[in-house]
Every structure is written in structure tokens, then in C-alpha cells.
């Protein structure tokens, strides 16, 4: 879910957000500490999958 809202709205979401759509999806509140971890670790997989698409 995180990776469809990002690709069409072209942005990241925000922590905010991002708690959001875990909370919709898997009924679970994550700490801020533990969001923006995985707010880094989702960014960094973005980003090397869009690069592997551009380059393909």
C-alpha cells in the first residue's frame, strides 16, 4: 500500500501518514522511532527499485 501511494502521488509519505496506512492495513500503532525506521529502510528500497526500472 505504502509503495502504490508513493508511485501516485509521487512522494513518500509522511510519518504521519505512513502510521496511517499500517494502522488501515495491519490494525497495528507503531512508535515514531520505529516508523521512521522504516520509513528509511522503504525509502532506500524505493529508490534502488525505481533505479532498476530505469535502467531496464
Known sequence: MVRRAAKEQ??????????EIIQASHGISLSDSTLSRYANKFHNRLGMELMEEHIA
Open 10 to 19: 509521487g512522494l513518500l509519505p509522511t510519518l504521519r501518514e505512513l502510521g
